[in-house]
């Protein structure tokens, strides 16, 4: 049980001249809350997008679960049991709170157009699961009153919320958080950080970005650093932060 | 218009990062300022009262039948409009090409439906025709041209678009330009660059003192029947909701497990099949084609997929509409020569004054 979920070997990303993640070398346990944190523009989110399959690395491996998906394609990786939210939040804005979520919940679905177009009882009886299971979801973040609202009229830290139910529908193993405090008071990075761990009682792994060193040093196990496309420390919490790299990448040289 | 199409407004193309080109632009700004300005609403009135002015006297001395006869084709060719834009709006919403070979996808099922009209299974001509025997047939020709036109327009996409998908966005619109070309050269290939009879085999009955006839209502029932179609498809099927959420955000949909490359497709094979079946109903109403017939067609239903807010399937449909009983009045009651200009003076009006159109990126608050 102790193999990594998820391993990165290497990996680089270039955009013509400019090297966003530059060999970068990791492993992510199965069902721990790992957390990658770093400067602005050090490369995290791209890291992310060549996990994801959005972009497809320059050089380098990535392994998920025994099986290798470098350049794989995201819907695929998707299947997989990789899910994730985004930075800067992308839910379908003219769709209902349950679509949303449905949205994720369908591409799991058997049933084929026939079925959904002529209602056959097996497809009726897979929908009103999916259904089910969708408010269930809905529930777990806390929003369930607002399932028939429009995902675009909802209040910012719901929109977030959301999106980690719309995440959680594709039934993922691993779970990628791109930033999921930002914005948030202190009382809903509270509640994201209760979140974050009831997820991990469930089993899934959670891989995230974070800016807020409370939440990072509060719920993860192990973090990486990464500054300028290149890892500049992995360890606990308490290594990282005493880490001389890390301080400085932060905060500026010292004279 | 009804309430259950509420939940299709949702079809719209969204933010996403990168556009140029001067439509676009237009149409980008507009989402800021959805409620249309002063200004607009002022000069939208004003028209509206001298066109009324300027036609009402027209209007009462030509009597009221002649007024519901030009009424009765409006809506007719309004509705076949109304097919071809909802499948240029849906190209848009989901790729954000506009797709200019939409209007030759249009005159190609028109062209496919000719030699299968007659086969060793049945005998669609002018000689044989009339009756209900006709209409079993008609439907298994519509629906056998409109599933080859469809994976036509698959095939079109899988060579012509999808290599330049992530190519700047002039360069579809350029190769979509050169496949209208395309296609009406092997049209012209095909038949030659003449007007082609097509069979007149719809009856002609007319009711209300002869104001409307049989075909305007068979027209008319027929494209109601594709639209409601589309709109149960798009709203209660997987697959339509798969589209909904590539056209909002397609990276999002991705990381959903929607494969966007299978939507697209269907998109594609879908804006294929209504066009498909606008022709070949076109040409029972017309009774005339010709391999040119598309592109000045297909800027019509392009503008009439602009008037209703373009990304927007119902939009489209009522801009059809409109757009038809626009042009039939000035056929009826202006002069036939003016018609384009009309036309396509509205085009540009909408584009500078509210380019979001009609119904716009308004989602019904719930």
Known sequence: MNEPILSIHGLTKRFLGLTAVDNVTFDVKRNEIFALIGPNGAGKTTLFNCVTGLFAPTLGRVVFDGSEITGTRPHRVAKLGIARTFQNIRLFDYMTVIENVLVGEHARMHAKLWDSVFKTPQERREEAHVRERARELLKFVGLEKHAESYARNLPYGQQRRLEIARALATDPKLLLLDEPAAGFTPQEKAELMQLVQRLREQGLTIFMIEHDMKIVMGVSERIVVLDHGEKIAEGTPEVVRRDQRVIEAYLGKSA | ?????????????????????????????????????????????????????????????????????????????????????????????????????????????????LPLLVTPFWHLTEETGGGWGIVLPLIAVFLIVMLITGLINVGIERVAYRPLRNAPRLAPLITAVGVSFFLEGVMYLWKGAVNLHYPDLLPSNRFVGGTFSAKDVIVIVAAVILVAGLAFFVNQTKLGKAMRATAQDRDAARLMGINIDRTISATFFIGAVLAAAGGITYGLYINSVNNGLGFPIGLVAFTAAVFGGIGNIPGAALGGLIIGLIRATNDGYVDPQWTDVVTFAILILVLTLRPTGLLGMRVPEK
């Open chain 2, 1 to 113: 218009m009804g309430g259950g199409f509420g939940p299709l407004l949702s079809f719209l193309a969204t933010t996403r990062g990168g556009l140029d080109g001067h439509l676009v632009g237009a149409l980008r700004k507009a989402r800021s300022s959805v409620q249309s300005s002063l200004v607009t609403r002022v000069i939208g009135i004003a028209l509206a009262a001298v066109v009324i002015i300027y036609l009402s006297p027209k209007v009462y001395a030509l009597g009221p039948s002649y007024f519901l006869r030009i009424v009765a084709v409006g809506v007719a060719l309004g509705a076949i409009y109304a097919l071809i834009a909802i499948g240029y709006t849906m190209v848009y919403g989901i790729v954000e090409l506009i797709n200019f070979a939409h209007g030759d996808v249009f005159t190609l099922g028109a062209f496919i439906s």
